[in-house]
């Protein structure tokens, strides 16, 4: 008897997998065309990010209402594990590979300056604020490195939603590339700033300022040198081993899609971050590999890794609205929500404002970042799948409630910032006038700018020989360090790593328009 009552729960289990994976399959499938009638009919207050959130909330409602609730709870929900292993690399990894280098490039230093001390401050900013609040009893009170914690995984943006309303509507292509740009390296910046808060939490003892900079340091740097280690090796693999014949292509596929996770398992392996050294695998990858495949593979991997980051994006949205309407939340602390968000938009503010002023002292009045662009970025900074995935895990690194705490509040800030920032980035962009006219990418006057090395960024000679300040002097040589850059890679990187296929990269480039692209322009120049 014994036997066959585990025989049956076996049976019901199985059942119970297949009916949770049938209801998968089902909602990403409606979210797919529910999306692309959105897109058909240009109606943008609803995007796809906020349909897939919206169908996983319908049905995850109904499952609690139904008797398969328990069953289908065991078989759709799982760990944080999960996001890290399978949904996060092929979304990070398309992000980096999917840079148009060179929108990207020629606003090289702006979107650094965004993405590493824009995200530093905007993460001190949030933390500070949060842990004051809790002082005042404002909100759920938590430690100071709590709330550090939470200011690293909330200053995680995912401006998915809003690019690719940038994009149906036409918008300036170096605002673009400033969101997307700053959006890539953030991610990076956002999870080293929350696994060094994390480490710090968890060994206080002999732990100061300087300690704090050398672990993030070694974080950063040491995931960053993987995956740009691993991304060179596979550019000098894919140039020398002559696997780009016919016979073999389908080889060249299956070895330049294994890389990337070889890059992050590497990294987990050591230690670091794998996230962050995927993302620089990818740039890598995009930058020198590509170019050695033969055509039919570049159109295979281009689509491939649109495929599987477009099905993972899908599935982490859906399954957050699943995760709202299945799960005990910590909705006693509403307050700690509400002021989060005005928080998050004070640091934010702090983010671009300051950032683009710094940007400003060295840019030319014709090649600066205007008010409206600043606005338009500040608007961009919504919250998606890597603060979610990072709120997952602080359930188990932090005490029982604060970690829940988090993750309610973090959940309910990426629904609110996707549902009504994303359903109004169309009003956003027409207000502030950066989308037809004289803001469209092809007839923007700052686009205009890319030709030559030095591009969108690049200050007059007058105004440098004017420039008195210390600031604008120091900023003024990083930006020729980077033209430094552009020269060693144009002149050393770029021939030694590849074939020199540029010809054939621009002919499958539009192949891969999706989320991230930058289409119709030419490609055959990287300017760093």
Known sequence: MKDQDDVDSVGKEQQAAGVGILLQIMMLVLSFVLGHLLRRKRIYVIPEASASLLIGLLVGALANISNTQTSIRAWFNFHEEFFFLFLLPPIIFQSGFSLSPKPFFSNFGAIVTFAILGTFLASIVTGVLVYLGGLIYLVYRLPLVECLMFGALISATDPVTVLSIFQELGTDVNLYALVFGESVLNDAMAISLYRTMSLVRSHPSGQNFFMVIVRFLETFVGSM????????????????????????????????????????????????????SILFTGMVMKHYTYSNLSQSSQRFVSAFFELISSLAETFVFIYMGFDIAMEQH?????????????????????????????????????????????????????????????????VHELPEGHGQTILTATTAIVVLTVLLIGGSTGTMLEALEVVGGDSHINDSPLA??????????????????????????????????????????????????????????????????????FHGHDHDQYSL
């Open 225 to 276: 040198s993987a995956g740009v280690g691993v991304g060179f090796i596979s550019a000098l693999l894919f140039k020398y081993a002559g696997l780009d014949i016919d016979n073999l292509q389908n080889l060249e596929s299956c070895l330049f899609v294994l890389f990337p996770y070889f890059s992050y398992m590497l990294a987990e392996g050591l230690g670091l971050s794998g996230i962050v």
């Open 330 to 394: 910590s909705w006693s602390h509403v307050g700690f929500i509400f002021f989060s968000i005005i928080f998050i938009g004070i640091a934010r503010a702090a983010n671009v404002f300051s950032c683009a002023y710094l940007v400003n002292l060295v840019r030319p009045a014709h090649c600066q970042i205007p008010p409206k662009h600043q606005k338009a970025l500040w608007y961009s900074g919504l919250r998606g799948a890597m603060a979610f995935a990072l709120a997952l895990q602080s």
């Open 448 to 517: 205009s700018k890319f030709e030559g090395n030095n591009g969108y960024i690049s200050p007059s000679s007058d105004e440098e020989s004017s420039s008195g300040s210390k600031i604008k002097m120091k900023l003024k040589e990083f930006q020729k360090s980077a033209a430094t850059f552009t020269a060693l890679d144009k002149n050393y990187l770029t021939p030694f790593f590849t074939s020199q296929n540029g010809d054939e990269e621009d002919e499958v480039e539009p192949l891969t328009s999706g989320r991230v692209g």
